[in-house]
């Protein structure tokens, strides 16, 4: 897809982080938008930043269907189509497999998951029966990649938003659709996922365990050295342009998931991660 002047994006955690800067890139690139997070006041901002483009924005919680349908539908019913959509909304939740709660699991699944689910069923089909070149860009994570100590609830979701993905890429190439799919595995980013608390909803408890502060002290340390959500924005545009499937937003990854295969074909257990700004136990920051 080389033109996005005059085309209609959709971002959903449009409220800060990579998805502000998607929108924003997007602005710049002459697209309409259409903006979507669960954070009214963090949509406006993002909508007062993307200058003279077009802008809707939806107070939407990816993680319900109806609402994600309903989304679809003012997209399409104000914007009349749909050429990009950034199924991008996403939480983290650290600790051990064991000490997490189901409320847990299900809200990283609800939201990280599922919101990729809905926003295909909701606006792949649409896209598909206009009939023009489009692309969907999930935001996975190189957590989608590389499972680690301390993140497994987090890395069981991403792990599926890529095997999401991936099935959407072939479906559609099997059935000789025009669209395109990035999954977008970033490593450390310096967002505000690590204060995903905030929009945790209110009727789900939240008691901190020894464990899960362990793991908010390491995506801590490696946000801070994360790069630029404007970054990750540039090598997105990038990846349209390009039809590129899977997009890593720090180029060392490519040597680790080669090693990691190999070390799987062995039968042998991936080593320990390292902590830092590159490492996947703080990566895939929406």
């Known amino acids: 897809m080389r033109e996005l002047s005059g085309k209609v994006a959709v971002v959903t955690g449009a409220a800060s982080g990579i998805g502000r800067a998607l929108a924003t890139r997007f602005a710049a690139e002459g697209m309409s938008?259409?903006?979507?997070?669960?954070?009214?006041?963090?949509?406006?901002?993002?909508?007062?930043?993307?200058?003279?483009?077009?802008?809707?924005?939806?107070?939407?919680?990816?993680?319900?269907?109806?609402?994600v349908r309903h989304l679809a539908n003012r997209t399409f019913g104000e914007l009349g189509a749909v050429h990009v959509l950034c199924n991008n909304a996403g939480v983290f939740q650290g600790g051990h497999l064991w000490t997490r709660s189901e409320e847990d699991f299900s809200w990283l699944l609800g939201v990280n998951l599922w919101g990729v689910l809905h926003g295909i069923r909701a606006f792949v089909p649409r896209m598909i029966e206009q009939d023009t070149?489009?692309?969907?860009?999930?935001?996975?994570?190189?957590?989608?990649?590389?499972a680690a100590p301390w993140f497994?609830?987090?890395?069981?979701?991403?792990?599926?938003?890529?095997?999401?993905?991936?099935?959407?890429?072939?479906?559609?190439?099997?059935?000789?659709?025009?669209?395109?799919?990035?999954?977008?595995?970033?490593?450390?980013?310096?967002?505000?996922?690590?204060?995903?608390?905030?929009?945790?909803?209110?009727?789900?408890?939240?008691?901190?365990?020894?464990?899960?502060?362990e793991s908010q002290e390491i995506i801590d340390h490696v946000l801070e050295g994360g790069i630029e959500p404007s970054q990750v924005a540039d090598l997105v545009v990038e990846a349209i342009h390009e039809e590129r499937f899977l997009l890593l937003t720090h180029p060392e990854y490519a040597d680790r998931l080669r090693?990691?295969?190999?070390?799987?074909?062995?039968?042998?257990?991936?080593?320990?991660p390292t902590i830092d700004a590159a490492d996947p136990a703080g990566s895939g920051r929406e």
């Open 33 to 67: 938008l259409m903006l979507a997070d669960v954070d009214p006041g963090g949509l406006a901002e993002t909508a007062a930043l993307a200058g003279d483009a077009k802008v809707l924005t939806q107070v939407t919680d990816v993680s319900d269907a109806a609402a």
């Open 133 to 146: 070149e489009g692309h969907i860009v999930n935001t996975v994570s190189v957590a989608g990649l590389f």
């Open 259 to 272: 090693r990691q295969t190999e070390t799987l074909l062995s039968g042998r257990l991936p080593p320990l």
């Open 152 to 213: 497994g609830t987090y890395s069981v979701s991403k792990y599926a938003a890529l095997a999401a993905s991936q099935s959407l890429a072939q479906d559609l190439a099997v059935t000789g659709s025009k669209l395109r799919v990035t999954a977008l595995c970033p490593g450390g980013v310096k967002t505000r996922i690590n204060d995903s608390a905030r929009v945790r909803p209110p009727d789900l408890s939240n008691l901190r365990s020894s464990d899960e502060t």
